[in-house]
């Protein structure tokens, strides 16, 4: 099982919602990632934990709230967005934190209205 | 502060050999060169890296100057499902500064 699955695939939430992205991976990898992808630009990365501790916090506004409940699950809460918050949020995961080879789930499309 | 430079665009004719370019001049010895590619609607894939020796796998060669300043990576036999947009990445091996950071990237077309 070499994949990254991520759900919901697409999301709808206005910007008094709360809702949550979730991440799974079975690879045994103990590093896992959240990327925020604009339309035609390159993913930017937002935070990335290691062995379930969060490692880096790229200066991201809190209404984003990672968890990392267990080493196959990453979680993306979300609060008060605003409409530019619009995007594709993509989820990774490696070996460990600086392996070279990061697996990408297919993201989940979001829209804040 | 990308540390990569690459065409915003390139074609290639089927069958053909696709060679992307890279410039990363700015590069030091402990940084390695990588390369991701992104299909439309899918998340980025990891093809190759390599430190200074040209490297080869089953999904492309990765060609690095002697001087480490540009590196090209070459899809030997190119099909429409490479179209893509591929991305360099400068990355320090193994330390707690070492992050893929993702820059503008070479949108490569594959024409039938």
């Known amino acids: ?45 937002m935070f990335v934990y290691s062995y379930e501790k969060l490692s880096i916090n790229e200066s991201v506004p809190s ?7 267990n080493s196959s699950l990453l979680n993306l809460h979300l609060h008060a967005l605003q409409p530019e918050d619009s995007a594709l949020y993509l989820c990774a995961s490696s070996q460990a934190e600086f392996n070279e080879k990061l697996f990408f789930g297919s993201g989940t499309q979001l829209s804040v209205l | 502060d990308a540390k990569t430079t690459q065409p915003p665009s390139m074609d290639c004719a089927e069958g053909r050999a696709a060679n992307l370019p890279c410039n990363h001049s700015t590069i030091s010895g402990n940084e390695y060169v990588y390369w991701y590619r992104q299909i439309h609607s899918q998340g980025p894939q990891y093809i190759i890296h390599g430190l200074k020796n040209n490297e080869t796998n089953e999904m492309a060669s990765l060609i690095i100057t002697e001087d ?11 099909t429409l499902r490479d179209t893509a947009v591929y991305y360099c990445i400068v990355r320090t091996g193994y330390s707690s500064a070492s992050k893929i950071i993702f820059g503008s990237g070479t949108r490569l077309s594959i024409r039938p």
């Not at chain 1, 209404?63 to 409940?69: I, L, M, V």
């Not at chain 2, 480490?68 to 190119?78: E, F, G, N, V, Y």
């Open chain 1, 1 to 45: 099982d070499t994949e990254v699955t991520q759900t919901p695939k697409h999301l709808v939430m206005g910007m008094t919602n709360k809702k949550s992205l979730k991440c799974e991976q079975h690879m045994g990898h103990r590093a896992m990632y959240w990327y925020k992808q604009k339309a035609k630009k390159p993913p930017e990365l």
């Open chain 1, 63 to 69: 209404r984003f709230s990672p968890e990392c409940p």
């Open chain 2, 68 to 78: 480490r300043k540009s590196s090209t990576l070459i899809l030997p036999h190119a």
